[in-house]
Structure formats: structure tokens, C-alpha cells
């Protein structure tokens, strides 16, 4: 492809991971350079969205770039981390104005501050004082329960492997009562009459 | 534009307003009749898809991706399977491939009419809603029937479809395009050809050509304004590239030039239907062998999947972890640009009774902004 | 300017439908037959229900809980328990019916339940003895 010894000159390596999908990482370094790059040379004028990935456990953010040429018939995902604390990402809304809605979430939703971006206000959540709710560590469930009450009507509830455990040891128990019972029966008959075995026998 | 905000009345248009397409509002600045600036407001039906899925298997979030656009569930489901078998590596029959293109194209047909009830009644055109709805309803009855749901049909699983076909359903599919080829006359005749849409609809909302391919408009947006692309075209998925078909255009970028470009499409779709209907295969495959819901483990990889909705092209970026969870889905559907970027531009200078017309002519479905 | 003739006469042809019989309207009432596959309640064949609780494990709205019966219906069930479904949390997705081992729990095409006591949404599935052996 045309575009990966354009990258190599570049020194970066442009990796097809489906059919009509492409990926590329960068440095956040030369992330901005390299996306006015794509857009005035390599002719990727459109970007489709701005996706970004927590993961939590490198400590950094995984932002992808999705670019369009005016064709449309392949995507290039432009791919950089970011550190998660103080996240912080150059704006694209003077060259893409599509970018300032997308900031705009990435900024609710993750916590990512984007300078010099002029509508940094909320987006869907009004009056949100906790952490950006998208970042992993923000446990919903734990959010949900302090929030609101669950209705107390399902008690009741069964753990079925508890449930499962007790009723083979219930089995287990009954099975040796049983066979216990068996034969201290046996013997009871066995004292009662001991000639019956053995006129069986003959 | 600051400057001429002297004297203007404050209206917000929506979230309960009948013209508005779901639960959103565009805070208007009003001067007399005219708007000197709009400006979106989300967050009315914000539900958190992006971080539920992140608790749940990949099995368990399946069932929740419909419910991110309420008219049009199964583009959703179709990225989401999708974008499950590029990552864990899983092909799905020929004949999988075809009921899912099936569904797909049903489903842009009774988005259509819904789209088309919503575009009449925003006008005043009452009658039209009336039998759109109508007749969306008996393609509804047909999913019904298909997947054992009407609007959320929980349908395409990764790995392929989760029923086979009923008895006789291409048949009765069959009918049902016979009779909507005949609506769509009726419908040419008491609406799209009406003099009353006309006067309203051209030279409305008109979207400046130029900027359409750098700003990311997608569907009939783009379509409208001459740009002949589309997804099911340029990057083909399940069966598309085994089918015929065209792309409609126009060439003036009004809401008049997008309702010409989404009947020409109804009609492509019919088109391509009747294709499926013969060449579906007999027999096959419908699901692959997929491992239990707590064995099902994602990849530490990420991919980007586009699916042409009957709004335009919709995508899913999906990663994992290797775990069974999956670590980020996250939507990219075509009305955040259009609500945003479009909208509160095409807005300014124009009339507030075109404000309903424009947004639904856009097709901005506000549970999929903000998800 | 030109007056649209088509545009303002075409409209007119929606006069005709006035002598069509409604679509809408069906009177006296015939009810819409549902079809086989609906996704409506729950019912349950309790003489196979093993107690597995795998639907308790995939369902993701948590709307699953395992209770006793009120007397026992199948010897060979694990753990002496079956499902019943929370209403107010279920979305019918059908993937509990999907997992089932036996294929006991099955989805009907019932599907109208009100009441005004939110309790009552707890919703114990219909033992529907031959379900078992018409799937099978």
C-alpha cells in the first residue's frame, strides 16, 4: 500500500487488521504532526471519531484517531497513550469541527483535558460532582447502591450451589441412614431366625 | 453572532415537544420568527451503555446494544456481532450471512416509514404518519414472527443468527414487498410529490457541499449533496458485495433532496430483498458452535466496524482484554455530527417552524448521542 | 410563476381511500394471533427443571432467583430449587431459555400482566408439563 512507505519514511509502521481496517501508532509526541500530516498530505480528510480506551491496569489511556480518505472505502485507526493522570490531548476542533462535540464527551466521559478547546461544558451528565464515570475505577454498581435502595421483597433468594451441596449431603446422609438401617435390619433377622440362610443354602 | 443576540427570545424546542425526535432540546435564540442561534442540548436519556457493557460477559451485553437507537436496532446489533467475530476470529455461514443482510435491509425499510411519518407530521401533513406507522407495522409483524420480538429483535449473535427461518416467511416477505412497492406509489403521490412539502422542503436546510466529507456527515446528508458513497458499496460486509444495487442521488442538499434520496432507497431495498428471497440458501448453518458464556474470552486487541444504517454509516470501536469482558465499546453513530456540527449551524437564519422538519430530515436519533 | 398542477391534484387520489376498509379497524374485535416464537412470559416444565441455575447465572438484569417449590416435582433436580423471574427487571431477551440444559424453561406468547401491587411482578413460570416433549 501506498500509505505504508509514506509511514516508513516516517518511521512508523502501518499495521491491516481487517479487511478495510488499518491501524498506526505514534508517540503523543508527534501525535498532532502526524495527524496534520495524514490530513494535508495522505489525504485522510475525514475524521470519523475519537475513541478512547482506559486501561487501567498500564496506567494510561489509549486514544484511536479514525480517519477517512474522501473514498471512504478503508479506515486508518491513529492510535496513542496517554498517561491517565492529568490526561491531557491537543484540540482538533479548529481543523476538524466535528472533534469539539467529541472532545466535549472524551472530557465528561474520561476526565481529558484538551487546552485552548473554547466549549469544555457538560455534555450529558449536568451537575456531575463524582469521578468521569467512564474511567474503570468508577464502580457503578457500588454508585448505583449508594444512590438508591433496592426493594426488599426478594429475600427469599436461593444460592442454588449451596442449595445443590446440601441436598447431596441430604442424599449422602439418607443413603448411609439407609443402608445403616439395611443392615442392622439384616442382623435383627439374622438373630431372629439364623436357620432360614441356611436352609436357603441347601 | 454574539452582537445580535440583543432582543431575541430564549425558546427551548424539545425535550417534550411533538416535532422533536426523541428526547432532546435546541435551545433557540429567537429574533421575531427567526433563529439567530441554536445550540443542543443532551442528556435526557443518557443510560450508560458504554460503561454496562463493561460488566457483563460478551454474551450478556449482546442483549443491550439494540437498545442504543430505539427505531433502528439492528444496525447495532449487526456492529456488535460484528466487531465480536473480528476480534475472537469466528466466520459465520452463507446462509447466516444472508438472513442477517435480510434483517438489516427489513429494518431499514421500517425505519423508512417511521422516518417518513415523522418528516409529514412535522410539516402538518397528518395523514401520512398515519399510514406509514401502518404499514411499518406489518414489517414489524414479520419480526415478529422472525425473531420473537417487534422492536427489539436481540437477533444477530455473534457467530451468526440465533433462529433459523420460519415456515413460508420469504413468501409472506414476498407479499409484503408487492405491497409496499404499491404504497410507495401511493405515498409519491400524497406526499412527495405534494405541493405543500415542496414549498416547505426546497431550499430548507440546505448543507454546504463542501464541508460534508471533511465534517463526517454520513448518509443521506452526504448523499444528498451529491457524494456518491456508501458503506454497503465501499467497504462491503456479509452479502453486499454479492448483490445488486445502486446509490441514489440528488444534487441540492435540502431536506427536499434528502426525503428523494431516502424513497429511492426504500426502493433499492426492496430491490435488494428480492434478491435475498431468491437466492437464499436451503439449507446451512445458522449458528456457529460458540464456547459458554463464562469460557467466551475476547482477544487484547480492538477493531472498528461500520455498518450503513438507514440514517447513515454507524460504527463500533470494540476492544478486549483477554478476559471474557469486554474492555470498551464504543458508539459512533451518524447523529452526534449531525446534531452538533450540522444542526446548530443549519439552523441559524432560518424560520422556527422548519427547526422539527430539519432535525427529522437530518434523521437524528437523540439515544444514540448520548448513549 | 408556474402553478404545480400534479403537486396540488395528485394529492387529492388520498379521497379514494375514504371508500377502502380501515386496515386499523377490526370490528367485532379479532385478536391478532401471536405467532410461535413470541419472546412473551416464562413457563416452565418443572418435571424436567434440573435446578441448575444457569439461567440465574447468565441472566445480566440479575431478575432470576432460585426458591423452593411447593413440593417436590423432580427427583433428579440438583438442588431442589426452580426459577422465578422479577418482571420488573426482565427484558426478555431469551437467553435463559437459550442456556437451559434440559430445555424446561421455555418462553409462551402470553404476554399481558398488570397489577397495581409491584410485588406481584415476582413471577413464578406456568409448570407446563408437555413442553419438554414437543421440543424433543
Known amino acids: 500500500m501506498d500509505l505504508a512507505s509514506k509511514l516508513e519514511k516516517l518511521s512508523l509502521q502501518l499495521v491491516q487488521k481487517q479487511d478495510y481496517l488499518y491501524s498506526v501508532t505514534v508517540g503523543f509526541e508527534r501525535l498532532e504532526s502526524l495527524l496534520l500530516s495524514f490530513l494535508n498530505e495522505f489525504g485522510y480528510i475525514t475524521l470519523d471519531s475519537i475513541n478512547c480506551r482506559d486501561d487501567l491496569e498500564d496506567g494510561f489511556f489509549t486514544i484511536t484517531y479514525c480517519l477517512q480518505t474522501k473514498d471512504r472505502d478503508h479506515v486508518v485507526m491513529v492510535q496513542t497513550k496517554i498517561q491517565r493522570e492529568n490526561a491531557s490531548l491537543p484540540t482538533m476542533h479548529t481543523i476538524w469541527p466535528q472533534a469539539e462535540i467529541m472532545e466535549r464527551e472524551m472530557h465528561e466521559m474520561f476526565g481529558v483535558d484538551f487546552p485552548g478547546h473554547p466549549t469544555l461544558i457538560d455534555f450529558a451528565l449536568e451537575y456531575w460532582d463524582n469521578m468521569p464515570p467512564l474511567r474503570r475505577d468508577f464502580d457503578t454498581l457500588e454508585y448505583v447502591n449508594s444512590m438508591n435502595p433496592f426493594r426488599e421483597q426478594r429475600g427469599d433468594a436461593l444460592d442454588a450451589k449451596e442449595e445443590m451441596k446440601k441436598k447431596r449431603e441430604a442424599k449422602k446422609a439418607a443413603k448411609l441412614k439407609a443402608q445403616q438401617e439395611a443392615e442392622a435390619k439384616a442382623a435383627l433377622e439374622a438373630k431372629n431366625n439364623p436357620s432360614d440362610e441356611v436352609k436357603n443354602e441347601e | 453572532m454574539k452582537n445580535n443576540l440583543k432582543n431575541t427570545i430564549k425558546i427551548f424546542h424539545g425535550p417534550q415537544h411533538p416535532g422533536i425526535t426523541g ?89 423508512m416509514f417511521l422516518w417518513m411519518g415523522g418528516q409529514a407530521g412535522s410539516i402538518g401533513l397528518g395523514l401520512i ?88 456527515y454520513v448518509g443521506q446528508t452526504m448523499r444528498a449533496c451529491g457524494i456518491q458513497k456508501d458503506v454497503r458499496k465501499d467497504m462491503p460486509y456479509l452479502m ?112 422556527l417552524a422548519d427547526v422539527a422538519m430539519t432535525m427529522n430530515s437530518l434523521g437524528i436519533c437523540p439515544p444514540e448521542i448520548e448513549r | 410563476m408556474a402553478i404545480d398542477v400534479k403537486g396540488v391534484l395528485s394529492p387529492l387520489s388520498a379521497i379514494g381511500t375514504l371508500f377502502e376498509h380501515p386496515r386499523t379497524l377490526t370490528y367485532p374485535e379479532v385478536k391478532k394471533d401471536i405467532p410461535i416464537g413470541y419472546r412473551g412470559f416464562h413457563i416452565n416444565n418443572l418435571e424436567t427443571c434440573v435446578g441448575c441455575a444457569s439461567c440465574e447465572e447468565i441472566c445480566m438484569n440479575d431478575a432470576i432467583d432460585m426458591i423452593h417449590p411447593d413440593k417436590e416435582y423432580n427427583v433428579k433436580n440438583t438442588s431442589g430449587c426452580i426459577p422465578r423471574i422479577d418482571y420488573g427487571r426482565c427484558c426478555w431477551c431469551s437467553l435463559c431459555t437459550d442456556v437451559c440444559p434440559p430445555g424446561s424453561l421455555k418462553l409462551d406468547n402470553i404476554c399481558t400482566h398488570a397489577d397495581c401491587d409491584p410485588d406481584n411482578f415476582l413471577y413464578m413460570p406456568k409448570n407446563h408439563k408437555n413442553i419438554g416433549e414437543e421440543a424433543s
Not at chain 2, 174 to 182: A, I, P, Q
Open chain 2, 129 to 216: 404518519p398515519q399510514w406509514s406507522v401502518c404499514d411499518r407495522d406489518y414489517m414489524l409483524d414479520l419480526f415478529e414472527e422472525l425473531t420473537g420480538g417487534r422492536v427489539y429483535h436481540m437477533y444477530a449473535f455473534p457467530g451468526g443468527v440465533r433462529r433459523d427461518l420460519p415456515e413460508g416467511f420469504l413468501d409472506k416477505l414476498s407479499d409484503l414487498l408487492d405491497y409496499y412497492e404499491k404504497r410507495i406509489i401511493v405515498y409519491n403521490n400524497t406526499f412527495f410529490d405534494n405541493v405543500i412539502f415542496k414549498k416547505r422542503a426546497i431550499g430548507v436546510g440546505v448543507v454546504n457541499r463542501d464541508e460534508v466529507l471533511k465534517n463526517g
Open chain 2, 23 to 111: 428526547n432532546m432540546s435546541v435551545e433557540l435564540d429567537l429574533l421575531g420568527e427567526t433563529i439567530k442561534r441554536a445550540q443542543t442540548h443532551v442528556g435526557y436519556l443518557h443510560r450508560g451503555f458504554e460503561k454496562l457493557v463493561e460488566r457483563r460477559t460478551v454474551v450478556q451485553a449482546f442483549t443491550i446494544v439494540c437498545r442504543i437507537c430505539v427505531p433502528e436496532p439492528d444496525p447495532n446489533e449487526e456492529n456488535f456481532a460484528r466487531a465480536v467475530e473480528n476480534l475472537a476470529g469466528l466466520e459465520i455461514s452463507e446462509k447466516a450471512k444472508y438472513i442477517r443482510t435480510m434483517v438489516l435491509e427489513m429494518q431499514r425499510l421500517a425505519t
Open chain 2, 240 to 351: 453486499y458485495d454479492k448483490l445488486d444495487f445502486d446509490i441514489p442521488i440528488q444534487q441540492d442538499g435540502d431536506v427536499y433532496a434528502r426525503a428523494i434520496v431516502r424513497r429511492d432507497e426504500m426502493l433499492q431495498s426492496i430491490r435488494i430483498l428480492r434478491q435475498i428471497i431468491k437466492q437464499m440458501p436451503k439449507e446451512g448453518d445458522i449458528l456457529q458452535k460458540i464456547p459458554k458464556h463464562r469460557k467466551f474470552k475476547l482477544p487484547a486487541d480492538d477493531t472498528y466496524v461500520q455498518t450503513e444504517s438507514a440514517r447513515g454509516a454507524m460504527s463500533y470501536y470494540m476492544a478486549g482484554d483477554g478476559s471474557e469482558k469486554i474492555r470498551r465499546m464504543q458508539v459512533r453513530g451518524p447523529s452526534l455530527v449531525h446534531a452538533y456540527t450540522l444542526l446548530e449551524k443549519l439552523l441559524v437564519d432560518s424560520e
